[in-house]
């Protein structure tokens, strides 16, 4: 889903396999994200080639050994992409309201870290809990088509375990399903919070994918990395 939002983002960058115009690399104009489409010619990569921390392209899984190939020395991540049942997970907890914003307001972006600022600047929507002043939870809509929604949560270390990300990704549910669109939620095979809430809150596993990712050593551009999940 993530290729099909970046392309129906206006200001997409389409690079194209001279000989197979259906294959290529789609460039997000405000994400540092990417999509390999197909399996376009090993120099179709060079648009990426020199990107800096944080950039990362998604892949799926029957083409990774192609956009390896082509990436040698990039970083690699199998991801796990997961549905939510319907009906399952647990209720909201009590505390202070988490709030919605849609899209995110320039004054919330403005008071969040540098790594999630970037990620959330193209958001639809954002579910957002705070203690007083301080945001302490957040779920995203990142990546969104016609039907789906990409999950992406961050909780400040001091408050991780006390429910607040769920209570964030219920409440941005809630909104979505008025727009008629339903969560995906991704994991790292290796992020066992991500995948433990991702369980708790009724999601099942439905398919797999990759990330390639400009890997640390390169240093970074324009920002830290993305949030890195629920906890």
């Given amino acids: 889903m993530e290729a099909r939002w970046i392309l129906q983002t206006p200001g997409c960058r389409f690079f194209a396999d001279p000989e197979r115009s259906a294959c290529g690399l789609a ?7 990417g999509a390999v489409v197909g399996r376009p010619d090993p ?13 990362e392209l998604v892949v799926q899984e029957s083409d990774a050994g192609h956009a390896r190939a082509c990436l040698p020395g990039w970083d690699y991540t199998d991801a796990v992409i997961h549905e939510r049942v319907a009906g399952m ?4 907890d009590d505390g202070e309201a988490v709030s ?19 990620w959330l600047v ?7 809990r705070r203690d007083g002043e301080e945001i302490i939870s957040l779920c995203g809509a990142g990546a969104v088509t016609e039907k789906w929604w990409d999950v992406g ?16 990704f219920l409440a941005l549910e809630r909104f979505m399903a008025a727009t008629g669109r339903r969560p995906v939620w991704g994991a ?5 919070a991500s995948l433990g809430l991702a369980a708790r809150l009724g999601f099942r ?14 240093g970074h551009g324009h920002g830290d990395p993305k949030p890195t999940g629920p906890e």
């Fill in 89 to 92: 997970g647990r209720p909201m």
């Fill in 188 to 192: 790292g095979t290796g992020n066992a």
């Fill in 205 to 218: 596993p439905v398919d797999r994918l990759a990330v390639m990712a400009v890997p640390e050593r390169v």
């Fill in 122 to 128: 193209a958001s639809l929507a954002v579910a957002v």
């Fill in 153 to 168: 949560v961050e909780t400040a270390p001091a408050f991780r375990r006390r429910g607040h990300a769920s209570a964030c």
């Fill in 100 to 118: 919605v914003e849609a899209p995110p307001t320039p004054a919330l972006l403005e008071r969040l870290k540098p790594g999630a600022r970037l």
């Fill in 27 to 33: 460039i997000h104009p405000q994400v540092p994200l």
């Fill in 43 to 55: 120099e179709v990569f060079e648009a990426v080639r020199r990107r800096r921390v944080p950039f």
